[in-house]
């Protein structure tokens, strides 16, 4: 398997912009998890999905982020409108779930917004 | 509320030396324990991964423990090389949750 897929790899928008994050997980793994990446606030877990079905979104910062998982192997992450301060690396991660909970991250999406 | 703390937050020793990366939990009920290395401008690679059941794992030069009584974790790095250079992170996975809990970090540099 090649792993967590992300794309774009970066991603240059201007304020007000609605931009869209895609991650393939790993085959067969049932849990995804969107994470974001700061300097000032380390790794913060976004939302996640278990079996396509969102479980926890209360690390989602405001309604202006949405995401979904219309099927088990393809997810999005989308913010509408876009912010300076929503600069930041976005991380996908999957887990092939019940008791084996070892994550795997994608090469994240470095995301600016000027 | 789960809470992860890593001390140092750097560290920069030369060739050779044996090291250690400290990362502790304020709720000691977890599933798991798992270390990442994160080298710059990419994503997380997982180094080891800890059951609640277990005390200790092995990787090569990389040797984790885990003391949940106490609320920590130890990786150690022997005989460490300019390659181990990057950003080391630890996550707990508090049970009766499905998700992981990241510490800030140790950015460690190995200095040939």
């Known amino acids: 398997d090649a792993g967590v897929i992300q794309s774009p790899r970066h991603e240059v928008t201007e304020m007000g912009q609605e931009v869209t994050l895609r991650c393939k997980p790993i085959?067969?793994?049932?849990?995804l998890f969107w994470y974001r990446q700061t300097m000032m606030r380390g790794l913060e877990l976004l939302i996640y999905?278990?079996?396509?079905?969102?479980?926890?979104d209360s690390g989602m910062p405001e309604d202006r982020f949405s995401a979904k998982m219309p099927n088990a192997s393809f997810s999005t992450l989308k913010i509408q409108p876009s912010e300076p301060r929503d600069s930041a690396v976005y991380f996908c991660?999957?887990?092939?779930?019940?008791?084996?909970?070892?994550?795997?991250f994608g090469q994240g999406t470095r995301l600016t917004v000027v | 509320k789960q809470e992860v703390t890593q001390i140092p937050a750097a560290l920069s020793v030369p060739e050779g030396e044996n090291l250690v990366l400290n990362c502790s939990f304020t709720?000691?009920?977890?599933?798991?324990l798992q270390w990442f290395r994160q080298d710059p401008g990419k994503g997380l690679t997982s180094l080891l991964l800890?059951?609640?059941?277990?005390r200790e794992q092995t990787s090569g030069r990389l040797n984790a423990s885990l003391d949940k009584s106490s609320g920590r974790s130890t990786l150690y790095i022997a005989a460490s090389q300019p390659g181990d250079s990057a950003t080391y992170l630890c996550?707990?996975?508090?049970?009766?949750?499905?998700?992981?809990?990241f510490g800030t970090g140790t950015r460690l540099k190995v200095l040939a």
């Open positions: 709720d000691s009920a977890i599933y798991n």
């Open positions: 996550a707990s996975f508090p049970s009766g949750t499905y998700k992981y809990i």
């Open positions: 085959s067969g793994h049932d849990y």
């Open positions: 800890i059951q609640s059941s277990q």
């Open positions: 999905f278990n079996n396509n079905v969102p479980i926890d």
């Open positions: 991660a999957s887990t092939l779930g019940a008791e084996n909970t070892e994550a795997f």
